[in-house]
């Protein structure tokens, strides 16, 4: 096969293997010829897609390198709320406003005759052929909004007359949403993106490590990375899987496990630890422990400290001997001491010890020591199992009765282990049923295994296919250890590992119906955790009760740690603080913020997103609340003193307090309202900054976009910059420059939604600093917005903000969606969306319950076919 292979031509290549030697055929895909690979395009194109890649010379030159592995795929096809209609709910009619606008500003070049752009405005009469050309009128919208159109050369509507018109059309499109009738949409099939990928694989495989690290970046859809329609699969990230699962499977299964590690030390270095230990205590090679000795050096026990594997087996030795008062044998101890061990000896029976033991500490073994010179010395062996939080091992001696001495001679103590150097991730993906013969045991493995992987259970022919394969290559001599290597090397390059796909036996019916219900674990999973569903997730959907259980899942996932990937993954998107890490604010002007500082104001944000979803607190305190969470560093930004919320430099007003130090978090109560919420944490307010100023016209953007949902279009063409030389910065403040730059009537409407919300946070720097003056002019952070609501300030902006407390649960709820669903939230999810918001206040705007309500929305637990 030459680099030209056509993809097509794969699925009907014989099944491996011909013989021993040329164990691992074809290879995936000629990515050179077919350059990057849409997996819609992929999934719809090619229905099986058999990939092999080779481990042997003869092969072409363009594939790079090759990996063992095997696939055979079906690619199958991609793959609930409804507002309630009222009768008495007319819809709005085109031609009472619509029609006299196009008529009057439009059809100059928008008529049946030669139009431009090839849009006829001629042709729509009434509502309904609007409704039918939406795509065409939302164009038509985004002109006006824009100022774009008419042209300039044109006349011109008056701004009252272009949001009629503009309001006219969207509540036809309104109307036409609530009355419509149910439609779920359908997702795009898609690959993992880097997070979903790497999270998989720790959870099915359990390596620790990133093997995303040299993947190129997933590009963002919609605000966030994981929208199916930008997940394209270049070559280059082709390379990437192959070459990410041949370093997994390394790290996870070792066909020969390295020897058993053994540490051995001399008793002249163990601990206690002094200079005098040589001369006093050593007696040759061994370190002499006397329980009439008052010195710890002395009297003992000795110990020292282990690295070790929770999950491993030891084995410790010593070699000693002894020599006791009464000319009895001498009974020596073998201890085990770690912080937090379980199943530790009682206080009586570590009482009973001569010298210091600390708590907690197991006995592991009492033993006599009936040697009695060096010469004689006995080897005493402990076996130490597997537990948690293990640290030390010590030797020494029972006490002897009052009037009755011991000394016991330690030479060395050893450690071996872990007894099993195979990796966990090795015993657990390998585990067998003890007594089955090996294709049992390879048909027990790759049956737990491909379930998972796959994320649904496996067809027998499926698994059969890779049994044989395994088979043949134990068969031509390969170790079984080597050959389940290959396979799951093979399962990670498969798309039905690779993309999230839900099969579907009639992908174009129009039909709406339920997801397959393994579909809907992976999708519920890889909303809340970022990762493959679990065992309890695969066993409902495989017994079909899945659906009736979903409450009681989302309620166990969210308490899960794994639920940690959701809150960093939407709330940085959703807020866009991720690109804080990119912001460099002026060195000079913000001399104490650096990549410290600012890695602290996004954890900030996160872990206070995290405490509304952990403690299911009310959403709207997204917008106002009285706590946050700070280190030492970012109080002191704040000018924030302890954990208190008392002022640095001002008497405090409470005395309950602590001093917030070092880099750990605290959860710091708030004395006022100029802190509080997401829109005046300092990630939000640096990311809506300029490097050397602020920027009322980004935060204002940001809270329209990310707050309410009321995105403003895209500033005309040619509106030039605000100035910025030093002159006009001392010449007036930035809001009276603004005021200037609004004169523009092209830039009026949209920076009359804007202005007013940024100048409202006035008080705060580019770095999210608290501030009453820019430069030498006194802040001025009143104002008033279009709708007539006056504010001053943050604390007033707040004020407002919870009073549109609907349009922000709707767009939070939209945000969640497309997160959810891997795509944008389209007019037919309009129903869907205004039922979740409606109940959102029975549910007191509960964070838990606008997720559990996602999760039971017909866009989540449904789909239709392509022809709808």
């Not at 001093?659 to 750990?664: H, T, V």
């Amino acid at each position: 096969m030459g680099c030209g292979f056509p993809l097509r031509a794969l699925r009907n290549y014989p099944p491996p293997f011909p013989s021993p030697d040329s164990r691992l055929i074809a290879y995936l895909f000629s990515v050179r010829s077919h350059g990057s690979v849409d997996a819609m395009n992929c999934a719809r194109s090619h229905n099986v897609l058999l990939a092999v890649p080779l481990r042997v010379a003869a092969v072409p030159a363009c594939v790079g390198r090759f990996v063992a592995a095997w696939i055979l795929i079906l690619f199958g096809g991609v793959g609930t709320a409804n507002a309630t209609p009222h009768a008495d709910d007319p819809m709005p009619d085109y031609r009472s406003l619509g029609k006299g606008f196009v008529d009057k500003y439009c059809l100059k070049c928008h008529s049946e005759t030669d139009p431009q752009a090839e849009i006829n405005l001629v042709q729509f009469g009434d509502s309904e052929s609007v409704i039918r050309n939406r795509k065409a009128w939302m164009a038509v919208i985004k002109q006006v909004q824009s100022g774009s159109m008419p042209p300039s050369e044109e006349p011109q509507p008056t701004l009252l007359e272009s949001e009629k018109f503009v309001e006219h059309i969207q509540a036809i499109f309104d109307h036409a949403d609530r009355h419509a009738k149910p439609d779920p949409g359908r997702v795009t099939m898609r690959r993992m993106n880097r997070l979903e990928y790497r999270n998989t694989i720790r959870d099915l495989i359990g390596v620790d490590f990133d093997p995303t690290s040299e993947f190129p970046s997933d590009d963002i859809g919609y605000g966030f990375d994981n929208i199916g329609d930008v997940l394209s699969l270049p070559p280059v990230l082709m390379e990437r899987y192959l070459d990410a699962a041949e370093g997994i499977v390394q790290r996870a299964i070792t066909p020969d496990p390295p020897s058993v590690p053994k540490r051995h030390l001399a008793s002249l270095y163990t601990e206690p630890a002094s200079s005098e230990v040589a001369a006093k205590q050593m007696e040759g090679n061994y370190r002499r422990m006397d329980t009439t000795s008052v010195e710890a050096i002395a009297l003992g026990p000795i110990h020292t400290l282990y690295q070790w594997e929770n999950s491993g087996d030891y084995v410790f030795r010593t070699k000693v001997y002894g020599a006791a008062s009464d000319g009895q044998d001498v009974r020596g101890v073998v201890i085990l001491h770690g912080k937090d061990l379980p199943n530790p000896s009682s206080d009586t029976e570590l009482d009973a010890i001569s010298g210091h033991v600390p708590r907690p500490a197991r006995i592991l073994k009492i033993f006599d020591v009936t040697a009695k010179s060096a010469d004689q010395a006995q080897v005493i062996e402990a076996s130490i199992p597997a537990c948690a939080n293990r640290e030390r091992v010590y030797v020494g001696q029972m006490k002897k009765p009052e009037g009755q001495s011991s000394k016991l001679y330690v030479e060395f103590l050893a450690l071996e282990g872990p007894l099993d150097t195979r990796p966990e991730s090795h015993r657990r993906l390998l585990a067998v049923t003890a007594g089955t013969n090996v294709p049992e045991q390879t048909r027990e493995v790759l049956s737990r295994f491909m379930r998972r992987a796959y994320r649904r259970d496996v067809a027998p022919e499926e698994l059969e296919q890779a049994a044989q394969w395994a088979d043949r290559l134990v068969a031509g001599g390969e170790k079984w250890e080597s050959a389940m290597q290959l396979v799951v090397q093979a399962i990670l390059c498969s798309p039905k590992f690779l993309f999230r796909v839900e099969l579907d036996e009639q992908p174009n019916a129009p039909e709406i119906r339920d997801i397959d219900s393994f579909a809907l674990a992976s999708r519920l999973s890889y909303f809340l955790w970022s990762s493959m569903p679990d065992d309890p997730l695969l066993d409902s959907a495989s017994r079909g009760t899945l659906r009736e259980e979903l409450p009681a899942h989302v309620k166990r996932m969210l308490e899960d740690p794994r639920s940690n990937a959701f809150v960093q993954s939407f709330t940085t998107q959703w807020l866009q603080i991720q690109r804080l890490d990119a912001f460099a604010p002026d060195r000079q002007l913000f001399p104490t913020v650096d990549d410290k500082l600012k890695s602290a104001m996004t954890r900030e944000t996160v872990m206070f997103f995290e405490s509304i979803v952990r403690e299911n607190r009310s959403v709207l305190e997204l917008i106002d609340a009285d706590y946050t969470f700070l280190d030492e560093q970012l109080a002191k930004h704040y000018g924030i003193a302890d954990t208190a919320g008392n002022w640095l430099g001002q008497p405090a007003t409470r005395n309950d307090g602590k001093p917030i130090q070092g880099d750990g978090f605290q959860r710091v109560s708030l004395q006022d309202r100029n802190r509080g919420g997401l829109i005046t944490q300092a990630s939000v307010l640096a990311v809506t900054s300029n490097p050397t100023r602020t920027s009322p016209v980004k935060r204002g953007r940001w809270i329209l976009e990310q707050i309410l949902g009321a995105p403003p279009p895209p500033p005309p063409p040619n509106v030039p910059e605000l100035p910025s030389n030093e002159q006009d910065i001392s010449s007036a403040s930035l809001r009276k420059r603004l005021e200037v730059h609004r004169q523009n009537p092209a830039c009026a409407n949209c920076h009359a939604k804007m202005d007013p919300i940024g100048f409202a946070l006035e008080n705060y720097n580019a770095v999210g600093g608290y501030r009453t003056k820019d430069g030498s002019f006194d802040i001025d952070a009143s104002g008033e917005f279009a709708d007539g609501s006056r504010f001053s300030g943050p604390s007033d902006l707040k004020t407002i903000l919870q009073a549109k407390k609907e349009d922000f649960v709707r767009c939070l709820t939209e945000k969640l969606l497309t997160y959810a669903l891997g795509r944008g939230v389209e007019y037919y999810d309009r129903p869907a969306v205004e039922r979740i918001v409606q109940a959102m206040p029975g549910h007191e705007y509960r964070m838990q319950s606008l997720i559990q309500q996602i999760v039971l929305s017909e866009p989540f637990l449904k789909r239709r076919g392509v022809s709808q």
